[in-house]
């Protein structure tokens, strides 16, 4: 049942201290978040004041309806890609529609309980996407970090960088010192009080020094976010979207083309504030709603675009600023959206002022925290196969983009999982006798070692029975097919899975048996798959009796099919 945590926090004795604690840690998180929504509206290729409208109204309705205490939604720096692409493809018409779709993808996977999703996406495939965006991110800001002007600078990686080299010699002096200003700043700031981000002290002591700069030093080589940007001006204002169709082009296919980078946000967006939440837990103690958070990640993004905003999702630094400045609630993040749309109405002017090489330093430290390069560092100790897919998953996100990374990623991670789960099951081939074991129970067999009548062959299948193993028992029947027999004993008592392909091929292998006079006996057999069995009418082929619970049974079974078949 969807239960938002703000509802359930309030009904239990929610205090006057309990939510003075929450408003002081909102307010933090609220300063926090403004150089941080400026800086990750600029780099998506949309404006300062998107970004901070994303930061106000998802931030408001990710805690009002979100399944954490602590969450702090908002714009991400992993989300810059994506919408710089699908602004560069599809226009800003495009993106608005994507963002309304991945939420509606978003809400629905929250509906139908899929909140677990998180477990299903490998470690290395998560480590490989976070550090391509994070070098995505650092390679966008080269143009503002070296003030070099550029206007046309190329959307691929390789290009980029090229383009780059080719107007080295235009580097602004003056703004590469401001970058290098605003990146010590902010490394040194931590040392000095851990409280104030360094972001915003950078902000806060190069933005006036480039006013004097400009005012009584001449300097106007600077540019600042006013020269390029149109300022935040008053309260975000609701608008319906403009869904203007691409010449030549149906609304239905228009989706479709959109379905892709939409499902791209919709997975990001599930992934990053899921794993904020957990984190979340682990610093504080308590138990996310992984599908009410879903729900309001979904509504988040299909309500913000209708105010300018771009694509939200859980900010896992800003969270950690709330949980450390005492945020226990969902009012922390409710004061934090308001302490927001107050500064963006009464000082959102002065945005203008701040230096964009500042910002640009500001996002490469941001690409710095997300790379994880000792994370990369430490998987080499992984298993090479796992090291591989992280490569590969990072390489294709910077040199194409974060939709064929998942895609390819995933699929390989699911290549090297049916690999590996292929070579731990095993199949065994008996002749003359089997040691007995905790499956057999009494009388005679139960003695000593079990021995295997005349003309019967024991297998046993060791883990899952699916389509990876069934060709490898084939395989395996028909090197041991030489000698005479008349009864095939399958011990399954370790399969707890069979899947459609294990069910065909043992399918297979009794019409086999039967056009070769043979009979199949089987041993062991779980709840589970001898129910997936009796659904797939083997149980009734093979006849009640050939089902046995154990060894010592399916062999007496076995005996007796082969005095019937030899008299």
Not at 40 to 62: D, H, M
Not at 504 to 517: I, V
Request: hydrophobic share 50%.
């Amino acid at each position: 049942m969807f239960q938002p945590k703000l509802f359930s926090v309030l009904r239990h004795h929610y205090t006057r201290k309990m939510f003075f604690t929450d408003a002081m840690a909102g307010v933090i998180v609220g300063i926090v978040a403004i150089p941080l929504a400026i800086a990750f509206g600029i780099a998506s290729g949309v404006g300062p004041t998107e970004g901070l409208v994303t930061a106000i109204i998802a931030g408001f309705i990710v805690s009002l309806l979100g399944g954490s205490n602590v969450q702090i939604g908002g714009p991400t720096g992993a989300f810059i890609v994506i919408v710089y692409g699908i602004i560069q493809q599809h226009g800003l018409s495009g993106l608005i529609l994507a963002t309304m779709m991945a939420g509606v993808m978003l809400v629905l996977m929250g509906a139908f309980k899929l909140g677990n999703i998180i477990k299903f996406v490998p470690y290395p495939v998560i480590v490989g996407f976070t550090g391509g965006i994070a070098l995505t991110i650092f390679s966008t800001q080269i143009n503002d970090l070296f003030g070099l002007g550029l206007t046309e600078v190329p959307g691929h990686f390789i290009e980029k960088w090229l383009y780059y080299f080719e107007h080295i010699k235009q580097v602004n002096w003056w703004a590469l010192g401001v970058s290098v200003a605003g990146l010590s700043v902010i490394a040194v700031s931590p040392k000095i009080s851990g409280k104030i981000p360094g972001a915003l002290v950078a902000i806060l002591l190069l933005t006036p020094a480039v006013l004097l700069l400009k005012e009584y030093g001449g300097v106007d080589a600077i540019q600042t976010i006013g020269d390029l940007y149109a300022l935040p001006q008053g309260l975000p204002a609701f608008r319906l979207p403009d869904f203007s169709l691409p010449a030549g082009m149906t609304f239905f296919a228009y989706l479709q083309s959109l379905f892709a980078p939409a499902f791209t946000i919709a997975m990001l967006g599930a992934i990053e504030s899921l794993l904020s939440a957990m984190v979340a837990d682990g610093a504080t103690g308590d138990k996310h709603d992984s599908n009410a958070e879903l729900v309001a990640q979904g509504v988040a993004n299909v309500v913000t675009p209708f105010f300018g905003g771009i694509p939200a999702t859980g900010a896992i630094a800003r969270t950690m600023t709330n949980i450390n400045n005492g945020g226990r609630s969902p009012v922390a993040g409710l004061v934090h959206a308001v302490f927001l749309l107050l500064m963006m109405v009464t000082l959102g002017y002065l945005v203008g002022y701040i230096p964009m090489p500042c910002l640009a330093a500001v996002l490469v430290v941001v690409a710095y925290n997300m790379s994880g390069w000792h994370t990369f560092v430490s998987m080499r100790k992984y298993p090479k196969s796992d090291f591989a897919v992280l490569l590969v998953t990072f390489f294709l996100t910077v040199i194409f983009d974060l939709t064929v990374a998942i895609e390819v990623g995933m699929l390989l991670a699911i290549v090297l999982f049916l690999k590996r789960t292929n070579e731990t099951t095993e199949i065994r081939s008996f002749h003359d006798e089997i040691i007995p074991n905790e499956d057999v129970t009494s009388g005679a067999f139960a003695e000593g070692k079990l021995v295997i009548p005349d003309k019967v062959e024991v297998y046993e299948i060791d883990g899952p029975y699916f389509f990876g193993i069934a060709n490898k028992f084939d395989d395996i029947m028909k090197s041991t097919g030489a000698r005479p027999c008349l009864v095939r004993v399958i011990r399954m008592r370790k399969v707890a899975f069979i899947d459609s392909t294990g069910l065909h091929n043992l399918e297979l292998l009794c019409q086999k048996a039967e056009r070769d006079r043979l009979r199949i006996v089987l041993s062991g057999v779980k709840p589970k798959v001898r129910y997936a069995l009796r659904k797939a009418g083997l149980i009734k082929m093979l006849g009640e009796p050939n089902v046995c619970p154990h060894i010592d049974l399916a062999l007496r079974r076995a005996a007796e099919v082969v005095r019937e078949l030899s008299a």
